[in-house]
Each structure stands twice: as C-alpha cells, then as structure tokens.
C-alpha cells in the first residue's frame, strides 16, 4: 500500500491541459527501473482501461483515444512518471490510476480525479 502516489488531478475546462505525476518513493530503484509504468482510467459506470504505458527503455503505447493528446514519459533516476493531458475533453473525465507492472503482477496507486467541465 502507498508504494505508487498520484497527483496532479482536478477540474479543467475542455481544450485545458494537465499534468499527472506519480512517484514511488518507497520503492526500491532497481525494481521501479524493471516496471512497465503506467496510466489507466475508469470513468462512471466503465471498466479500467488503459491510458498509455512505457517500459524502461521502450517506446510509449497509447490508447486510441488518447493519441496526439497525452505524453507519458518517466524518469527512472527519479521513480516518477508523468501524464501530459492536453486538449482535454467531457469524455477525459475519470479517475487516473498509476500503475506498475512486472509482467506478473501489478501495483495500483489509489487514483486522481479529473473532471473536464465548462
């Protein structure tokens, strides 16, 4: 528990841009370097679903409906990865989750909500 901290969440206008970060403080480096980090969202009433992902040193994966809007990027020597949002919109609303996965099992932070609203 508490392995993974997001933040960064919170209301934005449609077209804004935001900035989620998460950090691993108490993890061990050498293990946050073998994760696969990640970003997923669950909106009212859906399922979890990805958002984008990156492996240490592979390229990043995004989700179809986030492509040319969102960047991640992770910083390894830092144990944090960010969510670039930018022209968002209603249907970004959700609850961002964190996530690393070791191809076994995964760590879930506890999530930050985002509303986009005019």
């Known amino acids: 528990q508490g392995q993974l901290r997001e933040s960064g969440g919170g209301l934005v206008q449609p077209g804004g841009s935001l900035r989620l970060s998460c950090q691993a403080p108490?993890?061990?480096?050498?293990?946050?370097?073998?994760?696969?980090m990640g970003w997923y969202r669950q909106m009212p009433g859906k399922e979890r679903e990805l958002v984008a992902n990156i492996a240490r040193t592979g390229s990043p994966n995004y989700g179809n409906s986030v492509k040319g809007r969102f960047t991640i990027s992770r910083d390894n020597s830092r144990k944090m990865v960010w969510l670039q949002m930018r022209d968002l919109k209603p249907e970004d609303t959700a609850v961002y989750y964190c996530?690393?996965?070791?191809?076994?099992?995964?760590?879930w932070g506890e999530g930050t909500l985002v509303t986009v609203s005019a």
């Open positions: 996530s690393a996965d070791s191809g076994r099992s995964s760590i």
């Open positions: 108490r993890m061990i480096t050498s293990v946050f370097n073998g994760y696969t």
